[in-house]
């Protein structure tokens, strides 16, 4: 199912770039191939440490859901069209339930409780509270406190501080 979600997710992004004349930035590469050098060594880094195990594959989907919700956290900061706002709540709302469900799975298989390894850990916990089909802070909010933005790869890539 996430699977399938994500394609959508990138179809909505693949409409706003038709929609506002703009260069694909996936173009033809192949799955694992990016442009963006620092995309291409996280990706990298991420790829190798979920290959070791079932456990380190889920942790490093939930990390990917973390960063993906600062980076469109950061985009809404960074735009006033409306359209892209609302694609890109949707899209926190997304990965907010996305990461609920690895959380989840991670518990279920393992019994470990998943630390949050870059959102902070109030908004973390705003997202655990949340519904599945309904982001954590229950209307798609940015889940950050007035004035702050997000800090993804559009940022400072980097583990998040209690």
Do not use: C, W
């Not at 440490?49 to 490093?60: E, F, K, M, N, P």
């Not at 950061?74 to 709302?93: F, H, P, R, S």
């Amino acid at each position: 199912n996430i699977a399938n979600s994500e394609q959508t997710h990138m179809d909505n992004l693949l409409r706003l770039l038709n929609r506002y004349e703009l260069i694909d930035p996936v173009q033809e590469n192949p799955i694992g191939i990016f442009a963006n050098a620092e995309l291409q060594t996280l990706y990298d880094e991420m790829i190798a440490q979920g290959s070791h195990s079932l456990l380190d594959a889920l942790r490093v989907a939930a990390a990917i859901e973390e960063i993906d919700i600062l980076d469109l956290q950061a985009g809404v900061a960074e735009t006033d069209k409306a359209d892209i706002q609302n694609t890109y709540l949707n899209l926190i709302a997304g990965s907010e339930n996305h990461l609920r469900a690895f959380v989840r799975v991670i518990e279920r298989q393992t019994g470990e409780t998943y630390v949050p390894q870059y959102l902070p850990s109030d908004y973390y916990a705003t997202i655990l509270e949340g519904e599945i089909g309904r982001s954590g802070a229950g209307q798609g909010s940015l889940g950050l406190a007035a004035g702050e933005r997000g800090q993804g790869l559009r940022g400072t890539r980097g583990p998040a501080q209690p």
